[in-house]
């Protein structure tokens, strides 16, 4: 054969492959560089206006003052988190610096026994300081963390226990807690300590079971007695036992997501997806794809959104869509691409000097309490930026 006769098709792939991924990359719609760089601004003022390592920011309070936290509060971690993923994108030695010892601050937080937070704290701050620097100081953090974590682990129930008591149930387990796995399984792989990674799979086989609904959304918590027989289906964050708190989905997209990496079960990837359609396809899902707090909030469309749901979500689906079939995929990919706009739009991104130096504004953490609701979360703001290192990634 003649080498044009191989030469000219092969020339002619590469060109057809060339421009289109150029026409992909000019169809993107968020710069990620402009936004970290923007993050950055607003992320030294909050450095500089809040010193004091003991408080953690938080969110803001009613008056619009800065809203902190002491160490064990479960959001505490995500502070030096986010401080991580400035690194992550811009490899300045400040961030490291300051995520360094932002993360530092929360290493009392290992004994801690009292929460079912501990992925959140631990796992957030100390897990990427150390995929990102290999610091040996933050290895025996994680591990003593995750077995604290494991001592809430009750074998009769099959669940860790999230909550201590809740509206006088014993034995309250949220959705939520399928994010504080990713802490046991770490720990397992690292240690060896196998009992960790069954646990977390015996967890989420559980929840797996009783959370979830025919049409793939998630309660909110399910109250068991000591022998993991199922009390009570309710909520504590929503707008009712039966209706879908949008964070609490979030948690199930992302958590189910993540666990599906860590094992490969195929039973995890496929709850993900399904819980993701119910969150996509739902007709109460505005046109910018930032829920309102609860899907079935009794005021919508006069019903605040929560844009930390978004950011959780898009995060998640930027992890989702490699693990599924190409139109799947696709799908997956601009409805995420749609929350970053809209994330990142004047309508959810502050501008420097605002909303105490957060990025994301418009945020609910718990409507039924009135606490936090229209209002900055420092986790809004640590998914937000992960979700761009995603999308970043997928060029
Ligand atoms: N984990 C508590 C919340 O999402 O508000």
Redesign the pocket.
Known sequence: MKRSAVFVPALAAVLTLFSSFSATAQKRKINVQQEFARAGEQLTQLLKTHPDRTKFPYSTRPDGALKDTKSEW?TSGFFGSTLWYMYEYTKQPQWQQAADQWTVAMQQEQHNTGTH?LG?MLYCPFGNGYRLTQNPAYKPVLLTGAQSLATRFNPQVGLIKSWNDFAGYKYPV?I?NM?NLELLTWAARTSGDSTLRRLSITHADNTLKNHFRPDGSTFHVVCYDDKGQVLARKTA?GAADNSAWA??QA?AIYGYTMLYRETKLDRYRQQARKTADFFLNHPNLPADKIPYWDFNAPGIPKEERDA?AAAIVASALLELQQYSPAADAKRYRQAAEQMLVSLSSPAYHATLGDNQNFLIKHCV??KPAKTEVDAPLV?ADYYYLEALLRYDRLK
């Open positions: 479960w937070d959140f949220i939520d994010m964050q964070r609490g948690w930390s953490a718990h986790y």
